[in-house]
């Protein structure tokens, strides 16, 4: 059987949730049994996120292969078991790329080039190719960006026609779109949500499935006034509420029957959805047993999206040991104060995470000299493992001004170095070490042991590693290099011995934690972390 579709569009505004909402109709699916794989176009016209600014656009999530992508496969990740690679994030620029460098080889054979109809055969190629691995049931497509953008339009136009030739059966269109409550008039009103239908209706496409956006309940017959306007059955206008957890909208869309509706509209058979491993996590993320308070010491604080799978991924690790998570945001550049220390005093655990350039380097310094002297879990991750390395070479190996590369290019400690086989390679985006990369850590190493493993496989993004010339002085000074690419070349964890938790890893483990699967580092260190608060 080839797999069916499901296209997820917005409209209205941006940042209505399509990402979540698709990933929790993949997680609906899956629970009955059926194989899913998920996708997301971006109409903006860069090639990648790779090169874009943490401050628009959020964080840049890495797969096995190397991609740097959208955070939204993140979000597929953590709620499916999908397997995701460079083919299921595709924006513009991408596409674009693609079909000049087809029309400089001669693969057109003279033609003129359009956007109907070779952008759209590229959109429909890329999205047939994502549903011809692994036999897939069910590929869930989201469109970013909202219906009426000017750059929304080949993509729009291209899951058009991909109804047309595969016909009802095996397509299904699910359009997310705001439901908001006008305070001054104290009411509900569905009239965006009936313009943005109205939108996709003069493009050829009647959405199946209405996932209104509301932060309260929508009275029953207002959902019945948006199924008349909006041409859709009255069981399908589904309300997406505000939750306190993300956790939750999987079981919100069960108790309102999307997946029944999907399976419906797909003429699909299935077993009944096994939620029952959801409903634990929720149950526990509103009866936790304590708290734990984190704080998260980064570049780019004020936007929460820069480090989403990071929060992520502590959330897994505080609900795995059935408490809250609170986190923290510490403006690294705000600690490069002589009264730093009174910033740092709460915090049960504290987390230095990726990052690039100098900014607030010093603040992050500070912080882990904190973490490390006054015994305070720490867990620092790319920059964070960098920086851990150059406090402990200047204020304990005493390498004074020990530095990175990066930061100091005079310093005469480079402790931190740019990749030695790369340099000369300085287009931005071309000197990383990117995606999976395996490593072997000590037997009795802390990291080892909250792996329950020696080797492992992890996702790296940085263009800057460990210098070896200096293992020496740090390691004759009490630092252990705990862990190493399989060659030997990369030092990827270091860690403190005589220190409840300090460890740092090169890679970003943030990328490959779930809700259902928390990390192994990060439970340890919200366990330590949590130890520390009791003590």
Known sequence: MSAKYIFVTGGVVSSLGKGLA?????????????????????????????????????????????????????????????????????????????????????????????????VTNEIKNAAKKVAATD?????????????????????????????????????????????????????????????????????????????????RDVPQEMREKIAAFCNVEQAAVIIARDVPSIYEVPLNFAEQGVDELVMKYLRLDSKPADLSKWQDIVYRSYNPKDTVEIGIVGKYVEYEDSYKSLKESLVHGALAENLKLKVTWVEASGLEVEDYASQLSGFDGILVPGGFGKRG???????????????????????????????????????QNANSGEFDPATPYRIIYKLRELTGVEEMGGTMRLG??????QPDSLAAKAYGTTKI???????????????????????????????????????????????????????????????????????????????
């Open 22 to 118: 698709a990933a929790s109709i993949g997680c609906l699916l899956e629970a009955r049994g059926l194989r899913v794989n998920m996708m997301k176009f971006d109409p903006y016209l860069n090639v990648d996120p790779g090169t874009m600014s943490p401050f628009q656009h959020g964080e840049v999530f890495v797969t096995d292969d190397g991609a740097e992508t959208d955070l939204d496969l993140g979000h597929y990740e953590r709620f499916t078991h999908a397997k995701l690679s460079r083919d299921n994030n595709l924006t513009t620029g991408r596409i674009y790329e693609q079909i000049i460098t087809k029309e400089r080889r001669g693969d057109y054979l003279g033609k003129t080039v359009q956007v109907i109809p070779h």
């Open 135 to 215: 036999n897939v049931d069910v590929v869930l497509v989201e469109i970013g960006g909202t219906v009426g953008d000017i750059e929304s339009l080949p993509f729009l136009e291209a899951i058009r026609q991909m109804r047309q030739e595969l016909g009802r059966d095996n397509t299904c269109f699910v359009h997310v779109t705001l439901v908001p409550w006008i305070a001054a008039a104290q009411e509900l009103k569905t009239k965006p949500t009936q313009h943005s239908v109205k939108e996709m209706l003069s493009i050829g496409i009647q959405p199946d499935i209405l996932l209104c956006r509301a932060d």
């Open 361 to 399: 380097i010093e603040g992050m310094l500070n912080a882990i000299r904190y973490a490390r002297e006054n015994k305070v879990p720490y867990f620092g991750i790319c920059l964070g493992m960098q920086t851990a390395c150059i406090e402990y070479a200047r204020n304990v190996a005493g390498l």
């Open 436 to 441: 999976a990369w395996e490593c072997v850590m």
């Open 457 to 535: 496989s992890e996702r790296h993004r940085h263009r800057y590693e460990f210098n070896r010339e200096f293992e020496k002085p740090l390691t004759d000074a009490g630092l252990r290099l705990t862990g190493a690419s399989e060659s030997g070349t990369y030092v990827e964890i270091v860690e403190i011995p005589d220190h409840p938790f300090f460890v740092g890893c090169q890679f970003h483990p943030e990328f490959k934690s779930k809700p259902l699967e928390p990390h192994p580092l990060f439970h340890a260190f919200v366990k330590a972390s949590y130890a520390n608060k009791k003590a």
